[in-house]
């Protein structure tokens, strides 16, 4: 038995290899008749919102979030280790707006989960967020600890550069998780780059929180875990 077992585990790790694709992955594809995103799942503060009322995708492939009741966007899917592309905009001649990437998030469903943040915000995109003590480090200069908010322990890690282009204009967001570090980049420049981050696996989630804000071209990349 242990020689047929042994000569099946190429074959075996070939298998489970084939079954985690390793490209990029288009996150953001169709949009049922009742709202619902495929890949994707809703949580809003509302528990009676319907996917739909918050999120509609266009013809044209531009995901708009209506920003109301406050909540999320999730992936079925979790990942721990990625590099995730995306664009955003917020609307030309709206007040400026409020949103955000939650990655690695873990646990209950509430407003805020366990998770980091990469904020999107009109004037602090590109800050990471500890939300509800998700563990992070960077820079002492630019971190800041709240032991204590409605919202759990918060960990703030301050932006190194502004690269965001003026409202009305899309942004791209680069977001490279690999074992405990994790890279922002905006428009192709490196902002925020956070250690000794929490390396549990979770969803990618989009944030709804109060405004309108729109995304589109989600792509992730898994990528090699690293040694912890």
Same mark, same amino acid.
């Given at each position: ?33 009742t ?17 739909g ?5 266009l013809p ?30 917020? /609307?030309? +001649?709206?007040?400026?707006?409020r949103?955000? =990437?939650?990655?690695?998030? #873990?646990?209950?469903h @509430? $407003? ?13 995109e ?27 322990k ?11 282009? /003026?409202? +009305? ?6 977001? =490279?998780?690999?074992?405990? #570090?994790?890279?922002? @980049? $905006?428009n192709?420049?490196?902002v ?37």
């Open positions: 038995m242990r020689i047929v077992l042994a000569a099946m585990m190429p074959w075996l790790a070939g298998l489970a290899l084939a079954a985690e694709p390793r490209g990029p992955l288009v996150l953001l594809t169709a949009q049922t008749p709202g619902e995103l495929a890949g994707w799942k809703s949580y809003s503060e509302d528990l009676k919102t319907a996917t009322q918050v999120w509609r995708l044209d492939g531009v995901l708009v979030c209506r920003g109301k009741p406050n909540g999320y966007l999730y992936t079925e899917r979790s990942w721990r280790d990625f590099s995730l592309s995306l664009q955003w905009r917020t /609307p030309e +001649g709206r007040k400026p707006g949103g955000g =990437i939650l990655i690695r998030m #873990t646990g209950k @509430k $407003i805020w989960p366990r998770s980091l943040e990469a904020q999107l915000n009109a004037g602090d590109g800050d990471f967020w500890g939300l509800d003590g998700f563990t992070l480090s960077g820079p002492a200069s630019h971190l800041k600890v709240i032991e204590s908010s409605p919202f759990g918060l960990t703030h890690l301050k932006r190194a550069a502004a690269a965001v282009r /003026p409202a +009305g204009q899309w942004n791209r967001y680069e977001i =490279i998780a690999q074992g405990g #570090t994790v890279i922002l @980049k $905006i192709g420049q490196e925020n780059r956070a250690s000794d981050c929490d390396t549990h696996a979770g969803p990618i989630c989009l944030t709804a929180e109060g405004d309108e804000i729109h995304f589109r071209d989600i792509v992730l990349t898994p990528l090699e875990p690293t040694e912890e």
